[in-house]
């Protein structure tokens, strides 16, 4: 079966740093560029950043530019999303997705709160 499951979320104050990953079960994450999204609450599915298959290209919506990396390790089958520089409307749960693409099944998500 195939499987992503994210992790990393949790609460953290205005400013401050999480590193969210991303993990591929049943099968080889090597193929797959990864997609970070994100949705709030009563808030529309949004793209945060894209890695390709390699690793070698990124892309990331404007808002997180400068404060958020995707990054992979495909020996350990691990995509992540640092994020720095937190701010409170980064707020909500936040899904990897293969291929970038939204329309791809989608996991339980992880949490993440930025808030004082």
């Known amino acids: 079966q195939l499987q992503l499951v994210e992790s990393g979320g949790g609460l953290v104050q205005p400013g401050g740093s999480l590193r969210l990953s991303c993990a591929a079960s049943?099968?080889?994450?090597?193929?797959?560029?990864i997609g970070w999204f994100r949705q709030a609450p009563g808030a529309e599915r949004e793209a945060v950043s894209c890695?390709?298959?390699?690793?070698?290209?990124?892309k990331y919506t404007d808002s997180v530019k400068g404060r958020f990396t995707t990054f992979r390790d495909n020996a350990k089958k691990t995509v992540y999303l640092q994020m720095n520089s937190l701010k409170p409307e980064d707020t909500a749960v936040y899904y990897c997705?293969?291929?970038?693409?939204?329309?791809?099944?989608w996991g339980q998500g992880t949490q993440v709160t930025v808030s004082s």
């Open positions: 997705v293969t291929d970038c693409d939204p329309l791809a099944a």
């Open positions: 049943g099968f080889n994450l090597d193929y797959y560029g």
């Open positions: 890695i390709s298959s390699s690793g070698d290209t990124t």
